[in-house]
T-cell receptor
Framework: SAVISQKPSRDICQRGTSLTIQCQVD?????MFWYRQQPGQSLTLIAT?????????ESGFVIDKFPISRPNLTFSTLTVSNMSPEDSSIYLC????????????FGSGTQLSVL | AQSVTQLGSHVSVSEGALVLLRCNYS??????LFWYVQYPNQGLQLLLK??????LVKGINGFEAEFKKSETSFHLTKPSAHMSDAAEYFC???????????FGTGTRLKVLA
C-alpha cells in the first residue's frame, strides 16, 4: 500500500490568488494523479503527472490554470492559479498500485474555498 | 467509453438494517470495479475491488459486492448498518493496464438510530 501526505488540508483564499498543493508519497511511483471533487459531485481527473516529463491534462483542464510539478518519484505539486469561486473544491492526489495491489490510493485531500 | 451510474444520491437506513447501494457500469471489456468510501473531511478509502477472480467480493468493514455481468451491476451491500457507516460511497470502473478510473457521482449513506 501507499501512504500519501497532502497539504494543506484546507485553505481559504482570495479571488485572483494562487495556491500550491503538495503531495508526498512514501514510496516511488511512476504516475501521480490529481483529481478535483466539486461540491456534491464526483471525482474528475485533472491531470497525470509523470516524473521527468510534462503532465498530461484531461479535457477541460489546462496547464496555465493548473500547473503541475513532478521533481522526483515521490513528490508532486498542483497549483490552482488565478482562483475564482468556481475553483472551490476538494483537490485529491492519488497514485496507482501495481499488480495485485492495482487500485488508487488517495491522499486526504485539500479543501479549497475561494472568496 | 466507460461509465458508471450510481442510483440514489442519498440513502437512509436504520441502524441494523440492510445496506444496499447500487452501481451499474458500462464497459466494452471486462472491467476492474471498485467501491470507495469517503468519510467527512477525508480522502477516499478502498472498500473492495473486483478483478474477475470471483464474482462475490468481500471488503473491509463487513461490506461486500457482487459482480453481475448480465445486469452490468456491482451493488454494494452490508447485512447490518452501523452508525459509523455514515459516509459517501463511490463506485468506480477502470480498465486493466490504464490509469483512468471513472467515478460515479456518489451515494451519501445516512444511518438512523
Amino acid at each position: 500500500s501507499a501512504v500519501i501526505s497532502q497539504k494543506p488540508s484546507r485553505d481559504i483564499c482570495q479571488r485572483g490568488t494562487s495556491l500550491t498543493i503538495q503531495c508526498q508519497v512514501d514510496s516511488q511511483v511512476t504516475m501521480m494523479f490529481w483529481y478535483r471533487q466539486q461540491p456534491g459531485q464526483s471525482l474528475t481527473l485533472i491531470a497525470t503527472a509523470n516524473q521527468g516529463s510534462e503532465a498530461t491534462y484531461e479535457s477541460g483542464f489546462v496547464i496555465d490554470k493548473f500547473p503541475i510539478s513532478r521533481p522526483n518519484l515521490t513528490f508532486s505539486t498542483l497549483t490552482v492559479s488565478n482562483m475564482s469561486p468556481e475553483d472551490s473544491s476538494i483537490y485529491l492526489c492519488s497514485v496507482e498500485g501495481q499488480g495485485e495491489n492495482e487500485k488508487l490510493f488517495f491522499g486526504s485531500g485539500t479543501q479549497l474555498s475561494v472568496l | 467509453a466507460q461509465s458508471v451510474t450510481q442510483l440514489g444520491s442519498h440513502v437512509s437506513v436504520s441502524e441494523g438494517a440492510l445496506v444496499l447501494l447500487r452501481c451499474n457500469y458500462s464497459s466494452s471489456v471486462p472491467p476492474y470495479l471498485f467501491w470507495y468510501v469517503q468519510y467527512p473531511n477525508q480522502g477516499l478509502q478502498l472498500l473492495l475491488k473486483y478483478t474477475s477472480a470471483a464474482t462475490l467480493v468481500k471488503g473491509i468493514n463487513g461490506f461486500e459486492a457482487e459482480f453481475k455481468k448480465s445486469e452490468t451491476s456491482f451493488h454494494l451491500t452490508k447485512p447490518s448498518a452501523h452508525m459509523s457507516d455514515a459516509a459517501e460511497y463511490f463506485c468506480a470502473v477502470g480498465d486493466s493496464g490504464t490509469y483512468k478510473y471513472i467515478f460515479g457521482t456518489g451515494t451519501r449513506l445516512k444511518v438512523l438510530a
